[in-house]
């Protein structure tokens, strides 16, 4: 009786052994999936993040104010950290976490504050689609827009052309390159380093949005000085109703009008009396759920408040 246990013990054992088995072997498979993904994604942001920051010499920057490279690593938004694209020790990403207080030239307002210009013809001669570069002083956001003939190339591929995840902003394939539409959209990835899009996430906070209320459009016929309205979360399926964030044509100049105030009224954050005249700027990305997204939108002035080195 005894053999017959200890035998059924063991036969019950040895068939609940290869299960296991295999269940460790999908784990350790997963497992080191995941492992190969992490490094790959690592290798992209670091290898991107070297290709937009040699941009930075395209831009230059009026006397006194201080560049990307002074400032170090920008501030990013609440809950995600600025990531140095090369290798430093804790106490050097520490220190250069911090941005230096913005001092304004004397007897100037900060909405009139000097604007860098971009030099459009070599970076054009690098990559003929670009159209623009959008900034926000501050912050990591600074950074090249093109424009491919669809909205899917540059969602896996960056600036020079090379295939990463990263990606590139890109200014809507339907929307005029001048960006002299009603609405100009610009889409861009939030990647979890705090590269691309990923610091408008920080307007989903009150004090972000204090402390930078407006976007820098650099054009090649000048800089424009963008105020934002309106910072909300939207579905996709929105995509083709009228009060769509990402709405492009409109039938009246009142309608138009109507559109910008009820996008203005889901605004999660406190953006002030919403500026009238000029055409909307929209920056979408994804907010950090499966299938949501995150839109700021800004008005254009009509004139630029400075020039820049277009071509």
Same mark, same amino acid.
């Given at each position: 009786? #005894?053999?017959? %246990?200890?035998?059924?013990? $063991?036969?019950?054992? *040895?068939? /609940? +052994? !290869? @299960? ?46 201080? #560049?990307?490279? %002074?400032?170090?690593?920008? $501030?990013?938004?609440? *809950?995600? /950290? +600025? !990531? @140095? ?227």
């Amino acid at each position: 009786m #005894s053999s017959k %246990d200890n035998s059924g013990c $063991a036969r019950r054992s *040895g068939r /609940s +052994a !290869v @299960p296991r088995t295999v269940l460790a072997g999908i784990c350790l498979a997963a497992a080191a999936m995941s492992a190969v993904m992490l490094l790959e994604n690592a290798r992209e942001d670091r290898e991107s993040g070297e290709v937009y920051a040699s941009l930075e010499q395209f831009l230059t920057f009026p006397a006194g104010e201080p #560049s990307p490279s %002074d400032e170090q690593i920008p $501030a990013a938004p609440p *809950g995600v /950290s +600025a !990531v @140095p694209q090369s290798d430093s020790s804790d106490a050097e990403r520490a220190a250069q976490s911090a941005v230096p207080e913005r001092v304004e030239p004397e007897g100037v307002e900060p909405s009139a504050a000097p604007l860098p210009e971009a030099d459009f013809e070599a970076l054009r001669a690098i990559n003929p689609d670009t159209v623009a570069w959008i900034r926000i002083e501050g912050t990591s956001l600074s950074l090249p827009v093109v424009q491919a003939e669809d909205n899917e190339y540059y969602l896996d591929h960056i600036f020079d052309g090379s295939r990463s995840s990263v990606g590139c902003p890109y200014l809507d394939c339907g929307n005029s390159p001048d960006f002299s539409d009603s609405c100009s959209i610009i889409y861009g990835h939030n990647r979890r380093n705090g590269a691309m899009f990923a610091p408008l996430l920080g307007y989903a906070e009150q004090s972000w949005f204090d402390e930078h209320p407006s976007v820098t459009l650099i054009l090649p016929d000048g800089g424009y000085t963008v105020r934002i309205f309106s910072v909300l979360y939207a579905d996709p399926d929105e995509a083709g109703s009228d009060t769509s964030p990402w709405r492009r044509s409109f039938e009246s100049e009142e309608e138009f009008d109507g559109w910008a105030a009820a996008l203005a009224a889901r605004s999660v954050v406190d953006c002030g009396d919403t500026p009238s005249g000029g055409r909307v700027l929209v920056l979408s990305t994804c907010d950090n759920s499966p299938d949501g997204r995150f839109v700021v939108l800004g008005r254009i002035p009509e004139e630029p408040d400075a020039p820049t080195n277009g071509a």
